[in-house]
DNA sequence: TTGCACAATGGCAACGTTAACATTTGGGTG
DNA sequence: CACCCAAATGTTAACGTTGCCATTGTGCAA
């Protein structure tokens, strides 16, 4: 029956099966210098006993943890799931676990993060960043402790991460000068946002880049509310034939505030947003978007922690492209 | 300078500061009976030395690993990252960390996920189940390892905690009811997904428990595209005065689908979602929804393993009851 | 002065695992 | 038959921490 004792050790596998805790070791590795036969015995006493391994002896043992840990300021970000489901990914991969951890942002340090971490059983740690951290410059990763930032900004101690969000705006930009419009409106966001910035900068350069001096910008908070208080702003403007969303929800209410005031959208303005956010629900080609891998950020993230077992590899800096998807070519519900 | 030694332990601490290493020890967990000065003197040297205390050093000691383990077989699933928030909080609360796991869902069985954990350091895991896993009637949790199911399904020897999808339907249709409808239709789900075969039932049961027979349901597949043809489809039915989609996506799809076919929403007829995921960007009364607090869902799993500290604490089963929100009374864009 | 209580600190062992080295065994080869 | 080599297995020690018990020192009552 079920053995009573706290929990099974290789000792008592190595007792009933007749062996040296060594060969039980070995036989949990799968060793070649073990018997077949001895194997098979040592696996059956396992099984009587419902052996597993001991994670905090072996990591004792061995110095590491095969585990990396994440920190979030907040946890219910934009893109946060699918940059979860790259870390699972590619922890994955390489054997590893993920931790996860929630981080107070009162201060909103890099020093409180790590803090939290050196606690934790991790090899290393992927910070994300949605903010400018008080610290950012005077930040240093712990000891023997490989830190990834999620982030465009490059840090010269840590590597980092993220979407390219200037290659997003010049994505977005050109393509609407492509499309013959003389200027391009931008929906900004509130100005904490490190990304949506970021986004700003990139719509402004590339505006300048094409020699077009760029027009005044609506701030909105990220709601649909503001967007669409924006369009109805915006529709009352001549020159604006072209309006570029900080993010999808705003880019939503600035379609349905342009209508409010009698244009169309394509036909009269058109309206680009970001972060592929409402899936299949905007049913015609009325919206453009760009599409991050965020996956691929959280992947990118884990394999340079967990890809360079323990080996400190050198800091290296990663900005993965968004696309640019049109509604009615992705998806259309006619 | 920074020491150069692999890593700093309680000895090191010890050798510096001129105590015992057990003082060090009794220092980090600020025990009552040491001096003051000493005290001092050890953190001074911990200072000095970088010294963090070792993870697996004390959990082998202790036998507890202070963490619960999260075994999703979908990571990208609605409702998680706010499950996510709620595990993470909950888990803080505690003291405990979180580790993540995908769990390959081939074969989808229970046993899958426990294996999986088994060998990582944890005291507990919760199980996010979307679909019926083959063995959910055989399955046996690991010994010593406390195991609550995210389901609706009671299970003998696990706990379990979910939204309560019947008291969903019952809501939405009672008060769909309510309002003088004489039926109401229902646009369902992949017949896989547990929680929307649920709101199926549910919908089916409230809708006998009234003396009501259910029209005969259109089957979707949680996209917009689908809730469109659904609406199309309905339009044509004149007995059709309301319609409860099993998810938002499909709702607003639908809506469109009734006014690509002349129908208004919410005049000439009803329509209610589930999920509260579209945001805020339905900017009109058009469309009631369920909002469930998955993060209240997240955070009991969590405190059923963190707060019971070890001692095996009874089998209970969690109903958490989600609010119908009318959208034109929480947010509305005019 | 002696004895005793109590505060402060130290010594030792054990948690479970595995790397490194040591030993045994069996089967060839000279 | 002595020898050596390789395969299979065993022995030892150490990873860092902390519970238990022992020891030392200090002040106070008998």
Redesign the pocket.
């Known amino acids: 029956m079920a053995a009573v ?10 007792r009933l099966a ?9 036989t ?2 799968d ?9 098979e015995r040592v696996r059956a006493a396992m099984r009587e006993l419902g ?13 590491k943890f095969k585990t990396v840990g994440v920190a979030m300021f907040n946890i219910t970000g934009t893109g946060n799931l699918d940059r979860m489901e790259g870390f699972a990914a590619a922890a994955d991969k390489h054997g590893y676990a993920i931790t996860l951890t929630k981080v107070d942002g009162h201060p909103y340090t890099l020093e409180s993060a790590s803090s939290r971490m050196s606690a934790l059983p991790v090899d290393g740690m992927v910070v994300i960043m949605n903010r400018m951290p008080a610290d950012f410059g005077t930040f240093e990763p712990l000891p023997g402790m490989q830190t990834v930032l999620v982030t465009m900004l490059e840090h010269p101690l840590c590597s980092t991460v993220d979407n390219d969000q200037f290659d997003c705006s010049r994505q977005v930009v050109e393509y609407l000068l492509r499309q013959g419009h003389k200027t391009v409106h931008f929906i900004s966001c509130p100005e904490r946002s490190l990304s949506g910035m970021q986004r700003e900068e990139g719509w402004r350069e590339t505006l300048h880049a094409h020699g077009i001096e760029p027009p005044r910008l609506v701030r909105g908070d990220w709601t649909a509310q503001s967007g669409y208080a924006a369009g109805q702003a915006l529709a009352d403007d001549p020159t604006c034939t072209a309006i570029y969303a900080s993010n999808d929800a705003m880019a939503y209410g600035c379609i349905r505030g342009l209508e409010s005031r009698g244009k169309h959208v394509p036909e009269d303005v058109s309206v680009v947003g970001v972060d592929d956010s409402l899936g299949d629900i905007v049913p015609d080609r009325r919206l453009a978007t760009v599409r991050f891998d965020n996956r691929r950020v959280g992947m990118w993230a884990v394999d340079k922690i967990a890809g360079a077992e323990g080996v400190v590899s050198g800091v290296e800096h990663m900005l993965i492209p968004g696309v640019l998807v049109e509604g009615d070519t992705v998806r259309d519900l006619r």
């Open positions: 004792k706290k929990s099974v050790s290789v000792k008592d596998v190595a007749g062996v040296s805790e060594q060969t039980v070791s070995r949990v590795h060793s070649p210098s073990v018997r077949p036969e001895t194997k052996y597993r391994p001991n994670f905090a002896g072996r990591s004792l043992r061995r110095g």
